[in-house]
């Protein structure tokens, strides 16, 4: 009898989460045969993606808006390129008192975009673009190869798929941060997951260097490498980085060295700069409204939506939300997953939830969060595949209906 993914949720054997031992059991010199393995996965999310740019170009030129201006030079988008070509030190005061300060903005995509336009003719913004552009397919890739490696190829595929037709996924397209960081971590886990500790750690750092969230990576790769240091390694399928023990525990033990250094790094230099010390970086983020309540004002924000009938559908939407978030991360529990896997996702949601500004931002906060797409993966990858292209098919149309709907709107502050 067919049964829907939700139902298959709950229904999946234990054994279908055991880790496949991968194929390649050396650091990965010949990318041939991966990325025949990633190329469905990767066919089909530029297929998502430029549906949702077209949809966007078509909805923006009947309103008289640019669709590449919308990607490229409007809200955090601008202030990237604005340190790419002045550096820190740009700040905007609000009649209000407030002081948005450019120093929130973590530095690397900048670098990036400076980087690009020193060796080509592409301005700042269109260099934002581009790394945006690779950087989502190497994000993308980075999915399937987790989602591979935990589930199997199938999996991994339609993982990526339901990565790119999130409700916020044009967010992947524009010259953002969060496709460049969701790039790191993801092949930063891999690279844990497979034992590769010194690239885990460096990927780690380079996230650290995106954004804030980058702490959520630092913490997989401590937490993975304490595990190993006590022999707790079952997430460990590559066990052969070095010949020797020894070998293998430095290691481990210089990545999770290297693994905090760009985020630890950034925050003391905006302390030093601002010259209030290690803690520096939390007055710039409070000149943003910006701060982590564990989740107070949000939870006010929700309640407020409850004072009148049109609103309280939208309070009870949220509340819809935050519990299929939840969900999503207890079955993920319940299946197995990872520890690595789970603490980077429950350390991404915890903060995209418990922040105490910006609540529109949430849902393009926790697009990070990919693994929590694991266990809807699995269901649909048991799913015949003309009804899981047909899933796939009438949510994508509809992401990219709501992607240009939003981006002309209100769109991400």
Same mark, same amino acid.
């Given at each position: ?6 139902? #298959?949720?709950?229904?999946? +054997?234990?054994?279908?989460?055991? @880790?496949?031992?991968?194929? *390649? *059991? ?7 045969? +991966? ?6 996965? %990767? ?9 949702? =740019? ?48 450019? =120093? ?13 336009? !020193?060796?080509?003719? #592409? ?10 552009? @690779? ?25 990526? =798929? %339901? ?6 996924? *044009? ?52 937490? !993975? ?32 060295? #290297? !693994? ?7 925050? %003391? ?22 701060? @982590?309540?564990? $989740? ?22 949220? *509340? ?10 207890? /079955?993920?529990?319940?299946? $197995?997953?990872? =520890? +690595? ?24 906060? %926790? ?11 699995? !269901? ?10 047909? /899933?796939?098919?009438?949510?994508? /149309? ?6 240009? @709907? ?8």
């Amino acid at each position: 009898m067919w049964r829907t993914p939700l139902t #298959l949720l709950w229904t999946t +054997p234990r054994r279908v989460c055991r @880790f496949r031992t991968p194929s *390649i *059991i050396e650091p990965v010199t010949d990318l041939e045969a +991966p990325l025949r393995r990633a190329a469905p996965a %990767l066919l089909g999310y530029a297929a998502v993606r430029a549906l949702g =740019l077209v949809v966007l170009a078509v909805w923006s030129a009947a309103r008289g808006k640019s669709a590449y201006t919308l990607l490229t030079a409007r809200w955090d988008a601008l202030w990237y390129t604005r340190v790419a070509d002045l550096g820190y030190g740009y700040e905007v005061r609000l009649p209000n008192g407030d002081v948005h300060s450019n =120093l929130a903005f973590f530095p690397l995509l900048p670098w990036l975009e400076r980087g690009m336009h !020193a060796v080509s003719p #592409l301005s700042y913004a269109d260099a934002g673009f581009v790394v945006s552009l @690779f950087a989502s397919l190497a994000a993308a890739w980075g999915i399937f190869a987790v989602a591979e490696h935990v589930y199997g190829r199938r999996a991994g595929v339609c993982a990526v =798929l %339901l990565w790119a037709v999130l409700p916020v996924g *044009i967010v992947q397209s524009m010259a953002y941060s969060e496709s460049l960081f969701t790039a790191l971590a993801a092949w930063s886990l891999y690279a844990v997951l497979t034992g590769r500790w010194l690239t885990a750690g460096v990927l780690a750092l380079l996230a650290g260097l995106t954004r804030p969230v980058g702490l959520a990576v630092v913490a997989a790769v401590w937490v !993975a490498g304490i595990a190993s240091f006590t022999g707790r390694t079952s997430f460990v399928r590559d066990r052969s980085t070095a010949p020797e023990p020894g070998a293998r525990t430095w290691r481990c033990a210089l990545g999770m060295a #290297l !693994a905090p250094l760009g985020a630890a790094g950034y925050v %003391l230099w905006v302390g030093h700069r601002t010259g209030k010390g290690p803690l520096g970086y939390l007055d710039v983020q409070a000149g943003w409204r910006n701060g @982590f309540d564990g $989740g107070a004002a949000f939870a006010r924000f929700v309640g407020d939506k409850f004072t009148s009938f049109p609103s309280a559908l939208a309070g009870v939407g949220l *509340i819809v939300g935050v519990g299929l978030v939840v969900w999503l991360y207890v /079955v993920g529990v319940r299946q $197995g997953q990872p =520890l +690595p896997l789970l603490v980077y996702t429950g350390v991404v949601t915890a903060l995209a939830l418990c922040a105490s500004s910006y609540f529109g931002s949430k849902p393009r906060l %926790l697009m990070p969060a990919f693994p929590l797409l694991l266990p809807l993966a699995l !269901a649909l990858a048991r799913l015949r595949t003309s009804r899981s292209a047909w /899933v796939v098919g009438g949510v994508a /149309v509809a992401s990219a209906v709501y992607g240009a @709907f939003w981006l002309n709107g209100s769109g991400p502050p």
